[in-house]
């Protein structure tokens, strides 16, 4: 259908009642059934959810301020739902981005950051030159001698 005559038809839906709408509503997809060129453009399936709803309600004799409603309400719940949908891809996205990267970069060893060769944990290490460095300032002052343990969970901690 062509733009101009779009616009026409809904200038003229513009001015009916809810009620007449869904009559026309009636008379389109009978139209569409009989003589469409195409099929129907691709629908989600809440749109066709929503539209089975809208039908049944109309079938049950309910009025048409009270789909409306109805309607306006599946619709925010639609909008709720895409938005949670476009924040799922974007940390999705963001995800594969970052592995990417990650695995596009230089070698680096397992666990460790690429920018500073901290672990993944936000301790760092100790330097490759074999010099010692104070993680933190409260394992230095530690009451025990787990902070003189070379290799955690290697058995030979102190308790």
Same mark, same amino acid.
């Given at each position: 259908?062509?733009?101009?005559? @779009? ?6 839906? %513009?001015?009916?009642? %809810? ?14 059934? @009989? ?19 809208? %039908?049944? !309600? ?14 306006? !309400?599946?619709? @925010?719940?639609? /909008? ?48 490759? /030159? ?17 902070? %003189?343990?070379? /290799? ?8």
């Amino acid at each position: 259908m062509n733009e101009h005559l @779009r616009e026409r038809i809904m200038r003229k839906l %513009d001015t009916l009642s %809810d009620e007449r709408g869904y009559q026309i509503l009636d008379y389109v997809e009978f139209l569409e059934s @009989r003589y469409a060129e195409r099929q129907q453009s691709g629908a989600t399936s809440f749109t066709r959810f929503t539209e089975a709803v809208e %039908d049944r !309600l109309r079938a049950g004799k309910v009025s048409a301020t009270t789909i409306a409603e109805a309607m306006g !309400l599946m619709n @925010r719940a639609a /909008n709720v739902l895409n938005g949670a949908l476009a924040a799922g891809r974007s940390v999705a996205n963001d995800i594969v981005t970052a592995t990417t990267t990650r695995t596009g970069s230089s070698p680096q060893a397992p666990g460790t950051s690429a920018s500073s060769g901290t672990p993944a944990t936000g301790i760092p290490t100790a330097p490759s /030159n074999g010099a010692s460095t104070s993680t933190t300032t409260a394992s230095a002052e530690a009451s025990s001698a787990a902070h %003189d343990t070379k /290799n955690p969970g290697s058995g030979e901690e102190k308790l």
